[in-house]
Structure formats: structure tokens, C-alpha cells
């Protein structure tokens, strides 16, 4: 695996997304529901530093007819980042620091009355083989910020700052009916998917508006990301 610059933070992030973001820790009280749609449940955590709204959220989904692999791919792909994301002005990437991991820019709709954003990040994607040999590899991508040369602070835009996660695991329903994988029918692929988002908005917003925003645009972005996958795959053969 060609290393870089960003090798040594990205395993270290990464390895720390695969320890705690899949941990089923729902029972507890920390998590409060924040919007639930079919199998999607969306979760935050109330948290401020200095009066900055910090709250982490995590959500889950389980969507049929598509692969891990196929919602990673879909979620890291710079070619299609404006086709399912709505809360964009922009998105550039900047540069690729190898096959699975590249920087991007990106300029956030403004959320009114707050300071337009700008984020800059790191995107990589990657498999991750099960204990069982027989179970389909897991796939995650995570987005973490950086600072890149090409990606200077514009005033008065505010940069922000992100650290997420998705994870995906594919179950295949009726698995021994099947001796080669690839001629499984879409109706019997499940995805199970964990996202995991920490955003600091870089600077001060109104608590109350940015957690109305977080409620609204959360659950929406999830839905639309993940209908987005189901409407490109439908027709393709299946991506283990
Ligand atoms: O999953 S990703 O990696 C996909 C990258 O294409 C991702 C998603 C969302 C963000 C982000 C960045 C800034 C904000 C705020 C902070 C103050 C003003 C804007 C928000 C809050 C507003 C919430 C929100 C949630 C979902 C979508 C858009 N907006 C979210 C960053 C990365």
C-alpha cells in the first residue's frame, strides 16, 4: 500500500472509527433520538466547548439491493459528489494522495444567519475483512479535516472542521443458495450502515439554529445519499 504524507493520521483515525463507531451503545442514555425514517434512526449528543455546539451524531440505516461497497464507493467518488449532495455551493478535489485517498474542498450552502462554511478534508475508503471468512468485507470511509496550500481561508467564509465516518456490512440473504456471489439477486443483499459525523462550525453559531439545522439536514442527507445508491445501482451488476 503506497504510503504518504497523511499515511501515519489516516490509520490512526481510521483504526479509532473501527474501535467505537460500531459499538451498540443505543441503550445507554447518552444518545437521544433525534428522527426516525423507515429503518433510518438518526442520534446525537448534546455537547459545547466554549459555547460552540460540538454534538456528535450517529446513525444507522439498513437499506436492501445494495453492497457495502457500492454505498462507500458512491459516498468517497469525487465524480459524483454533486449529484447526491445537496448542501453544496462547491466541491474540489484538490489532490490524490493515492488510489483510496483524496483532499477535497468543499463550500457549504450558507446556514443562515451563521457565516458561510468551507471544509477541507481528507477522504479515504477502504475494505475491511471480517473474523468470518465467509462474511462479505466491511467498507468505511472517513472524511477528516486538513489543510492543504490550495485550500487558503477565504474571509469571511468560516472554515469547519469534520471528523465522519460510514460504515458499511452487506449481508446476503439465502447465502448457500448461491455458490458464486456475484449472481446474487439484488433482492437478497442488505446493507447495514453506521455514519458517524463531528462537526465543529469553526467559530460561533447560534446554538439553537444550529441544532435545528442539524435535525433538519441530517436525516435529510442520509435519505437522499442513500436513495441516490438504490437508483444508480439498480440496473448494474452487483459490486462485492
Ligand atoms: O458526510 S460528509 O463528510 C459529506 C461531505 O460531502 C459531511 C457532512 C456534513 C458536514 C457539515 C459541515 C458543516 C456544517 C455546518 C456547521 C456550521 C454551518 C454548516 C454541517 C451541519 C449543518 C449540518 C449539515 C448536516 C448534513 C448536511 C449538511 N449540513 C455539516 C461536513 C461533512
Given at each position: 500500500?503506497?504510503?504518504?504524507?497523511?499515511?501515519?493520521?489516516?490509520?490512526?483515525?481510521?483504526?479509532?472509527?473501527?474501535?467505537?463507531?460500531?459499538?451498540d451503545?443505543f441503550?445507554?442514555?447518552?444518545w437521544e433520538l433525534l428522527a426516525a425514517d423507515g429503518e433510518m434512526k438518526v442520534y446525537r449528543r448534546?455537547?459545547?466547548?466554549?459555547?460552540?455546539?460540538?454534538d456528535p451524531l450517529k446513525a444507522v440505516h439498513s437499506v436492501k439491493g445494495v453492497?457495502?461497497?457500492?454505498v462507500?464507493?458512491y459516498f468517497?467518488?469525487?465524480?459524483?459528489?454533486?449529484?447526491w449532495e445537496g448542501t453544496?455551493?462547491?466541491?474540489?478535489?484538490?489532490?490524490?494522495?493515492?488510489?483510496?485517498?483524496?483532499?477535497?474542498?468543499?463550500?457549504?450552502?450558507?446556514?443562515?444567519?451563521?457565516?458561510?462554511?468551507?471544509?477541507?478534508?481528507?477522504?479515504?475508503?477502504?475494505?475491511?475483512?471480517?473474523?468470518?471468512?465467509?462474511?462479505?468485507?466491511?467498507?468505511?470511509?472517513?472524511?477528516?479535516?486538513?489543510?492543504?496550500?490550495?485550500?487558503?481561508?477565504?474571509?469571511?467564509?468560516?472554515?469547519?472542521?469534520?471528523?465522519v465516518?460510514l460504515i458499511c456490512?452487506?449481508?446476503?440473504?439465502?447465502?448457500?443458495?448461491?455458490?458464486?456471489?456475484?449472481?446474487?439477486?439484488?433482492?437478497?443483499?442488505v446493507c447495514k450502515i453506521t455514519y458517524v459525523a463531528?462537526?465543529?462550525?469553526?467559530?460561533?453559531?447560534?446554538?439553537?439554529?444550529?441544532r435545528a439545522v442539524y435535525k433538519r439536514e441530517y436525516p435529510k442527507f442520509l435519505k437522499r445519499f442513500t436513495q441516490y445508491v438504490m437508483d444508480?445501482?439498480k440496473?448494474?451488476?452487483?459490486?462485492?
Amino acid at each position: 500500500v503506497p504510503r504518504h504524507r497523511l499515511s501515519d493520521e489516516i490509520e490512526k483515525i481510521v483504526q479509532e472509527h473501527l474501535k467505537f463507531d460500531l459499538v451498540d451503545d443505543f441503550n445507554s442514555n447518552i444518545w437521544e433520538l433525534l428522527a426516525a425514517d423507515g429503518e433510518m434512526k438518526v442520534y446525537r449528543r448534546e455537547l459545547e466547548e466554549n459555547g460552540i455546539v460540538l454534538d456528535p451524531l450517529k446513525a444507522v440505516h439498513s437499506v436492501k439491493g445494495v453492497t457495502g461497497h457500492e454505498v462507500c464507493k458512491y459516498f468517497w467518488d469525487p465524480a459524483v459528489r454533486m449529484e447526491w449532495e445537496g448542501t453544496l455551493d462547491s466541491s474540489r478535489m484538490l489532490e490524490a494522495l493515492s488510489d483510496d485517498t483524496l483532499i477535497f474542498n468543499q463550500v457549504h450552502k450558507r446556514v443562515w444567519p451563521a457565516a458561510q462554511r468551507d471544509t477541507c478534508f481528507w477522504s479515504h475508503i477502504r475494505s475491511v475483512s471480517k473474523e468470518n471468512k465467509n462474511d462479505l468485507d466491511d467498507w468505511i470511509v472517513v472524511n477528516y479535516s486538513t489543510t492543504h496550500d490550495s485550500a487558503p481561508i477565504k474571509e469571511p467564509m468560516i472554515r469547519a472542521w469534520a471528523n465522519v465516518a460510514l460504515i458499511c456490512s452487506t449481508i446476503i440473504l439465502n447465502r448457500d443458495k448461491y455458490a458464486d456471489l456475484s449472481s446474487v439477486p439484488r433482492e437478497n443483499l442488505v446493507c447495514k450502515i453506521t455514519y458517524v459525523a463531528q462537526v465543529n462550525p469553526g467559530g460561533w453559531a447560534p446554538a439553537n439554529v444550529l441544532r435545528a439545522v442539524y435535525k433538519r439536514e441530517y436525516p435529510k442527507f442520509l435519505k437522499r445519499f442513500t436513495q441516490y445508491v438504490m437508483d444508480k445501482t439498480k440496473k448494474l451488476p452487483i459490486l462485492l
